[in-house]
């Protein structure tokens, strides 16, 4: 199937490090979505990435699709306390790719922030 | 964003009986909804897509007469796990686009923890 491969599957990091989540397809992906999922709460958009090398940026998470758009990450610098939670990439799996279809979540990097 | 409500957020069952689940639009209309299933520590499982007016899709090994899908109007999707099993136990969750406005992003209902005794 059309699947995405994330790691690492855990990332158990000091408060103050930073944190990289990485996404791998082996086919080319319209765009990449990425989500944050709290312990005990359910996901919430952060990002969705469409263009080939495009480099977003929310404070102090980074995202980068890659230039083959086969692959995308998620970089945090400095993290807190705050960043513990789920975080998962995501692909549209509907015909076409298109915005509108459903998406196929990836196996999710829990993170965990030691203080 | 869209609001997306999902009710009951947990519910505890006995063997062999049915529960229903219901997800919500709260601010805008959705055509198309999306059930997810989650175990612990496990990524988001997509169950089937739930169609307004029309049969729900499912996804490969799901079984439709299990767990039973309507979606009557624009914005209410219902999920009823029949004849629950322990091995039923599990987050089902819910979400929804706003066609409207965003870039497709998918608003999630709160989820329900389902716990089969």
């Known amino acids: 199937g059309q699947q995405v491969m994330q790691i690492p599957q855990y990332q158990h990091v000091q408060e103050g490090e930073d944190f990289t989540t990485y996404c791998n397809s082996s086919t080319t992906l319209s765009n990449i979505q990425w989500y944050k999922q709290r312990p005990g709460g359910h996901p919430v958009f952060l990002i969705q990435l469409v263009k080939s090398g495009e480099v977003k940026k929310q404070k102090r998470l980074t995202f980068q699709f890659g230039e083959a758009k086969k692959n995308s990450s998620l970089h945090i610098t400095a993290t807190q306390t705050t960043d513990v939670g789920t975080y998962f990439c995501?692909?549209?799996?509907?015909?076409?790719?298109?915005?509108?279809?459903?998406?196929?979540f990836g196996q999710g990097t829990i993170l965990t922030v030691h203080p | 964003g869209a609001v997306v409500s999902q009710h009951p957020s947990r519910v505890i069952c006995k063997s062999g009986t049915s529960v229903k689940i219901e997800c919500r639009s709260l601010d805008f209309q959705a055509t198309t909804m999306f059930w997810y299933r989650q175990f612990p520590k496990q990524s988001l499982m997509l169950m089937a897509t739930s169609n307004e007016g029309s049969k729900a899709t499912y996804e490969q090994g799901v079984e439709k007469d299990k767990f039973l899908i309507n979606h009557a109007s624009l914005t209410l999707s219902t999920l009823t796990v029949t004849s629950a099993h322990p091995e039923d136990s599990s987050f089902y969750i819910c979400s929804a686009r706003d066609r409207q406005g965003g870039v497709g992003e998918l608003f999630f209902g709160e989820g329900s923890r389902l716990t089969v005794l």
């Open positions: 995501a692909r549209s799996s509907g015909a076409g790719g298109t915005s509108y279809g459903k998406l196929t």
